[in-house]
DNA sequence: GTCTATATGTGGATAGAC
DNA sequence: GTCTATCCACATATAGAC
């Protein structure tokens, strides 16, 4: 049977958030208005409000859906026993896997204080539990005598917002290739940690 | 002769700038309105417009003096010659003079995509200036072969990025002193750049 | 310099026809 | 499921009285 004239649940939804997503990372939360985003998608503003109960719900559902995404990537890598090793691929995978998705990067680092308490405490806590795999690699280190930092906390947070830089000034087709950039900052963050 | 009742241009337009600040910090400059920060101050939103042209100014001009009080604070530092001491120094001074001011940071990194072109492009400029005085540090310490890193500018962005992440975390009465962060984080920023 | 009042536009969200 | 039409709150900015 035919479907409804106009009605395209099945594709609508994600083009939705597609859009949002893009309109949010460029513009901002905040600046961006149900309208924008249902013009890009080419519907009317209305129709947003079959896919999502209010805007809210649309930022909330694009940071979760990217830190559970990055946690279950991250769930399926395999671990070296050797904590350099566990960390040389901790950092590739984190540069590649940040570099693949710039705008849902950019939003979750930016749009933390436009959800709600609620909201906010969920992702913080996907936030953390991406930080507690790096600890783990840390502090195994560290017992082997391979690692040696002074802080550990620190040094993670340290690590995480040296590799998160690089969203800010690559893009591809510069300078150096991604190889190249993984290699240079690989070269920074073993000389940071190691004894 | 007696100013007129309710005028008060010395100590309004400063308390227009803090409030401000305070607003855009917490809230982002799009979801701040001109109401709430003239509220903030005790006066009616009207009145504002006595200060500021429009509401852009009023963002370029925090952003502006916050990155021109850096540049001049930084100049004001006396340069040793060798370099590891050089960027001993930078470090401490950047995150002493970063930690005084989190919401001047916090603007100043958040909000460029709201400046209008004409204003980013001065406040880049701004912020390049201060780019590149870590450059002259890290190029200097490898013309002497004190250190040794594979990519100059990734770098100095990483270092930058890595001193950043301070913010994000500091709050004064934690477990660590401001002195004992800045040791942790000169720590590792020596082992990232030494030969 | 600040106020009140207002012009003018846009925001999120909903109702009901198709 | 999408549309049109609309409610109502709030936005920036200005005008003119005091």
Redesign the pocket.
């Known amino acids: 049977m035919a479907r ?6 099945d ?2 939804g994600p083009r939705i958030r597609k859009a949002a997503l893009g309109l949010f990372a460029r513009h901002g939360y905040a600046a ?5 985003i ?1 013009k890009d998608v ?10 999502t ?4 719900s649309l930022l909330f559902r694009l940071m979760q859906d990217h830190m559970q995404d990055l946690l279950a990537a991250y769930g399926e890598l395999e671990k070296p026993a050797d904590a350099e090793t566990a960390l040389r691929r901790f950092v590739g995978f984190h540069i590649r896997f940040h570099m693949e998705r710039p705008d849902e990067v950019f939003i979750a680092y930016m749009e933390l204080r436009n959800l709600t308490p609620e909201n906010f405490s969920e992702i913080e806590g996907l936030r953390r539990a991406y930080e507690d795999s790096l600890e783990a690699i840390l502090q195994d280190g560290q017992k082997s005598g391979l690692f040696s930092v002074a802080d550990t906390k620190i040094a993670i947070l340290a690590v995480i917002a040296m590799l998160n830089g690089v969203m800010t000034w690559y893009r591809a087709g510069g300078r150096l290739s991604l190889d190249e950039v993984e290699q240079v900052y690989w070269d920074m963050v073993r000389r940071a940690v190691t004894a």
């Open positions: 409804t004239q106009g009605s395209h649940s594709i609508t961006v208005s149900m309208r924008q249902a080419g519907v009317q503003a209305g129709a947003l409000y079959n896919y109960p209010d805007k809210q």
